[in-house]
């Protein structure tokens, strides 16, 4: 297998484009998936009544608008509130997510 090969985690078969790609957030490890396999396990996951499971894949429009807000609040305070290190912390989780989603998946896809 070529260092370009992203396979998704349901299926086994590879991921060949960007659009068909995404990446989700299971028990703090980043997983591909194909779109169709990622609404599968999903569906799954919901007949199955798990609590803690986040349907929201990491990469896409609602991602990019949620590392926005987060990296805004890190700014904000920073700039104008007076905050304890761990509110940076906690804010800088999900842009942490977001970045190594696009270096390790979709880099590789572009």
């Known amino acids: 297998m070529s260092d370009k090969t992203i396979?998704?985690?349901?299926?086994?078969?590879?991921?060949?484009?960007?659009?068909n790609l995404?990446?989700?957030?299971?028990?703090?490890?980043l997983r591909p998936f194909h779109e169709k396999c990622f609404k599968e396990h999903v569906k799954m996951?919901?007949?199955?009544?798990?609590?803690?499971?986040d349907a929201m894949?990491?990469?896409?429009?609602?991602?990019n608008i949620m590392?926005?807000?987060?990296?805004?609040?890190?700014?904000?305070?920073?700039?104008v509130f007076e905050v304890?290190?761990?509110v940076y912390?906690?804010?800088a989780i999900y842009p942490i997510y977001r970045l190594s989603s696009w270096?390790?998946?979709?880099?590789?896809?572009?």
Request: hydrophobic share 50%.
């Open 7 to 19: 396979t998704c985690i349901r299926c086994k078969k590879p991921i060949e484009r960007k659009s």
């Open 57 to 63: 894949p990491i990469n896409g429009t609602y991602a």
């Open 67 to 79: 590392t926005l807000i987060f990296l805004l609040l890190i700014t904000s305070f920073a700039l």
């Open 84 to 86: 304890p290190i761990v």
């Open 103 to 110: 270096l390790i998946f979709e880099r590789k896809l572009a």
């Open 89 to 91: 912390v906690l804010c």
């Open 45 to 53: 996951k919901r007949e199955q009544a798990s609590m803690f499971f």
């Open 22 to 29: 995404v990446v989700s957030n299971m028990k703090m490890v």
